[in-house]
Each structure stands twice: as structure tokens, then as C-alpha cells.
Nanobody, 124 residues
Framework: VQLQAFGGGLVQAGDSLRLSCSAS????????MGWFRQGPGKEREFVAG???????TYSDPVKGRFTISKDNGKNTMYLQMNSLKPDDTAVYYC???????????????????WGQGTLVTVSS
């Protein structure tokens, strides 16, 4: 299984950015997919997740601003980030819970496969 995250960059506060995560070696339609982030000096934290039914979960800091989605046909997951804040600055990782048909996974230790991360920097 390989995951590749891309789409990060340097933006200003209030801007939008869309991250993508392409997967090979598994079908996104069967697994719980998530986005995590790790900011400078911070621990890795859950951002958003989507299950095989398309049901989504968001962390409180991003709720209402970020939207997670996926295209099963392209085996690609997305994270649309709007109204970005400097506190959103982090390396963003996509990940897969390796348990088929998982309904919800918000802890990093539930995830088996991880992408390499893409850096998002939000300037004030």
C-alpha cells in the first residue's frame, strides 16, 4: 500500500488550499481514510476522516472550514481547506485504517498506512 499526499504550499491567512491523497494497493471504498497534521513543536493530531459510506468526522479546530471527500473511482481523497489560519500551519498526512469497513477512526494508532506528508504554511 502506498499513499501520496500533495497540494501543500505557502498561503496567506484567509486563503484556501486543497490537498489530495492518492492511494495504490487498496481500494478506498472499503477503508476508513483520514487526514492528520503535525504543527511545529506539536503532536500529530486528527483533522478529518471519511468512512466507506462517505460519513465524515472533523476535529473541532477545523469544523466548518475544512471538507474531506473522496473519489473512489480515482482512489483519491481530498481535503478542502478554507479560511486558513496561521494555526493551521503543519505537515499534513493522509492515512488509512487497515481494518476493512471501519466506521470511525480518530486516533493515530488506529491507522496502518501513512503518506509522506505535505507542508502547509499559513502566513498572517
Amino acid at each position: 500500500v502506498q499513499l501520496q499526499a500533495f497540494g501543500g504550499g505557502l498561503v496567506q491567512a484567509g486563503d484556501s488550499l486543497r490537498l489530495s491523497c492518492s492511494a495504490s494497493g487498496l481500494s478506498m471504498s472499503r477503508f476508513y481514510m483520514g487526514w492528520f497534521r503535525q504543527g511545529p513543536g506539536k503532536e500529530r493530531e486528527f483533522v478529518a476522516g471519511i468512512n466507506y459510506r462517505g460519513e465524515t468526522t472533523y476535529s473541532d479546530p477545523v469544523k466548518g472550514r475544512f471538507t474531506i471527500s473522496k473519489d473512489n473511482g480515482k482512489n483519491t481523497m481530498y481535503l478542502q481547506m478554507n479560511s486558513l489560519k496561521p494555526d493551521d500551519t503543519a505537515v499534513y498526512y493522509c492515512a488509512v485504517d487497515g481494518r476493512m469497513w471501519s466506521r470511525k477512526s480518530i486516533f493515530a494508532n488506529e491507522y496502518e498506512y501513512w503518506g509522506q506528508g505535505t507542508l502547509v504554511t499559513v502566513s498572517s
